[in-house]
T-cell receptor, first 113, second 113 residues
Framework: DAKTTQPPSMDCAEGRAANLPCNHSTISGNEYVYWYRQIHSQGPQYIIHGLKNNETNEMASLIITEDRKSSTLILPHATLRDTAVYYCIVRVASGTSYGKLTFGQGTILTVHP | NAGVTQTPKFQVLKTGQSMTLQCAQDMNHEYMSWYRQDPGMGLRLIHYSVGAGITDQGEVPNGYNVSRSTTEDFPLRLLSAAPSQTSVYFC????????????FGQGTRLTVV
């Protein structure tokens, strides 16, 4: 699985958009970008994933650069409950990799009132 | 649906004791995994399973055993607990195929004294 690099921490004001970057310059053509978050030592929660097109769901948007070497997770209107550790994970979505996720250190997002 | 259920939530063991951490899912997922999370770190994969009767080692398997006799259950056994196994343990499951979202349990906080 490709290695990812994320900033260790970020701040965001409540109600503003939170933009969390992730660098994955060694990503392969068949590897997807996944985002999970972990709120206060709870089990991680899936947010979104994508291959090369931008993706949006009810939680967030994922913007992947054209060369796929980096991506940005966007929380459009951050709330205090979005304060969490955000993990960017790159992996192949096939075979036995379904059961395996490689977590890095993640980004601690703190949303301020 | 209960999702992924882990028991117990908290456990204190003495060095050398054995115990089993339970994990059950009611989503008929093929893929199940165990992770451990040490303070200030991301999750690390211990063991995983791609279906009943099939298990494999992850990144940090030493000191742990697993078996998968049913689709629903994936217990993690500590044969002889050591202080280095003090950690928070998370179980996860996923459907596989095109559905690669992993669902995590709420964790078991284990202390070995």
């Amino acid at each position: 699985d490709a290695k990812t690099t994320q900033p260790p921490s970020m701040d965001c004001a409540e109600g503003r958009a939170a933009n969390l970057p992730c660098n994955h310059s060694t990503i392969s053509g068949n590897e997807y970008v996944y985002w999970y978050r972990q709120i206060h030592s709870q089990g991680p929660q899936y947010i979104i994933h994508g291959l090369k097109n931008n993706e949006t769901n009810e939680m967030a948007s994922l913007i992947i650069t054209e060369d796929r070497k980096s991506s940005t997770l966007i929380l459009p209107h951050a709330t205090l409950r979005d304060t969490a550790v955000y993990y960017c994970i790159v992996r192949v979505a096939s075979g036995t990799s379904y059961g395996k996720l490689t977590f890095g250190q993640g980004t601690i997002l703190t949303v301020h009132p | 649906n209960a999702g992924v259920t882990q028991t117990p939530k908290f456990q204190v063991l003495k060095t050398g004791q054995s115990m089993t951490l339970q994990c059950a899912q009611d989503m008929n997922h093929e893929y199940m995994s165990w992770y451990r999370q040490d303070p200030g770190m991301g999750l690390r994969l211990i063991h995983y399973s791609v279906g009943a009767g099939i298990t494999d080692q992850g990144e940090v398997p030493n000191g742990y055993n697993v078996s998968r006799s049913t689709t629903e259950d994936f217990p993690l056994r500590l044969l002889s607990a050591a202080p280095s196994q003090t950690s928070v343990y998370f179980c996860a499951s996923s459907y596989g195929g095109g559905y690669t979202e992993a669902f995590f349990g709420q964790g078991t906080r284990l202390t070995v004294v």
